[in-house]
């Protein structure tokens, strides 16, 4: 189990790191609000998301099926 989690927390630190912040403020915000407030909250950090260069790297590394090289900004 530990060697398991460890692969996936290694995944997730590959990724961008606003990203994975956003994702990690959701989850935790999660306890404290209603199913409403909490998609609102997640609609608000998701479309923040897309005012950052990683967004955009990461958009046309999908598009041309590569790796993206996040730049964490």
Known sequence: VVDE?????SDIASK???AVSA??????????????????????????LFA????KEGMA????KCKAEWTHS
């Open 61 to 64: 590394a999908f598009a041309e």
């Open 16 to 18: 961008g790191h606003i």
């Open 5 to 9: 989690a460890v692969k996936v927390a």
């Open 52 to 55: 950052t260069k990683d967004q």
């Open 23 to 48: 994702g990690k403020e959701a989850v935790n915000a999660a306890f404290e609000l209603s199913l409403a407030e909490g998609l609102r909250f997640e609609k608000r950090l998701f479309h923040g």
